[in-house]
């Protein structure tokens, strides 16, 4: 059973470009590949919270470093791609997890932070498919994309107005991409948590908020970011081959509840 498990989940000499993996999500999603032997190289701007990071990954053994890049232009991220092939000699997998959140009430939310919010969760993921996708398809690589939606990209949430529209918009394209390259070897899909405790969703996380969240959720408790490595894995290797244009949903039932 284990050698079947091996081979069909094999990832071992893969390399992994996961960016926000400096953050508590991706960061999990990036041990759990690093545990799977691949090579992970982290993308952030906190080089602080990278060695945390690192040294989760580093008893996995494998290469695992991290890329300090901020992925907001077009420019930076193929000058990114550069540096990083200058150290591996391919890339394989490419997580999209770069996000930030607000709770601003809809009347109160500034031309400014709707641009800021749009330019992290949308533009950055828009522009970082279009530079590795190109990569991918043009080296004839056959690669997964896994974009990290969100339950509010599925269902709108009250409270966060900019980070619900953000996130529809990462899985809208997440579809057409993968419709896109579907006969040239590229898989793009989704990973859609439901409630995890991650940094950006501290303000929102207020009591009365955490109460109605457990109420509409069956499993009654908040999600770990380590149960984010299952559909990871799938996704990232031959396990998921014939999977693109999905949602993996990753919720404790949320999704499946109503009263």
Not at 136 to 145: P, Q, T
Request: hydrophobic content about 40%.
């Amino acid at each position: 059973m284990s050698n079947y498990l091996n081979q069909l989940f094999n990832l071992h000499n893969k390399t992994a470009l996961v960016i926000g993996g400096t953050g508590e999500l991706c960061g999990k999603m990036a041990e759990g590949l690093a545990g799977a032997g691949v090579n992970v190289i982290l993308v952030g701007r906190s080089e602080e919270k990278a060695k945390q990071k690192l040294a989760a990954m580093n008893v996995h053994g494998g290469k695992h470093f991290f890329e300090s890049c901020d992925v907001s232009t077009k420019e930076n991220i193929e000058g990114l791609l550069k540096s990083v092939l200058q150290k591996v000699p391919q890339i394989d997998i490419l997580i999209n997890g770069a996000g930030i959140n607000s709770p601003t009430p809809f009347f109160d939310i500034s031309e400014e932070e709707y641009e800021r919010i749009f330019n992290v969760n949308t533009k950055s993921l828009f522009l970082t498919c279009q530079v590795f996708g190109k990569y991918f398809i043009a080296n004839k690589i056959s690669a997964s994309i896994i974009n990290l939606g969100s339950m509010s990209g599925l269902t709108p949430l009250s409270r966060v107005f900019t980070y619900s529209m953000s996130k529809a918009a990462v899985h809208n394209l997440t579809r057409n991409l993968a419709r896109e390259w579907a006969t040239q070897g590229v898989r793009v899909n989704t990973v859609v948590p439901g409630f995890f405790p991650a940094e950006q969703n501290k303000k929102v996380l207020q009591p009365d908020r955490i109460a109605n969240i457990m109420n509409h959720t069956p499993m009654k408790r908040f999600g770990a970011s380590s149960e984010l490595i299952g559909a990871t894995l799938l996704l990232a290797s031959d396990a998921g081959s014939f999977m693109t244009g999905t949602e993996i949903v990753v919720d404790g039932g949320f999704s499946a509840t109503t009263i």
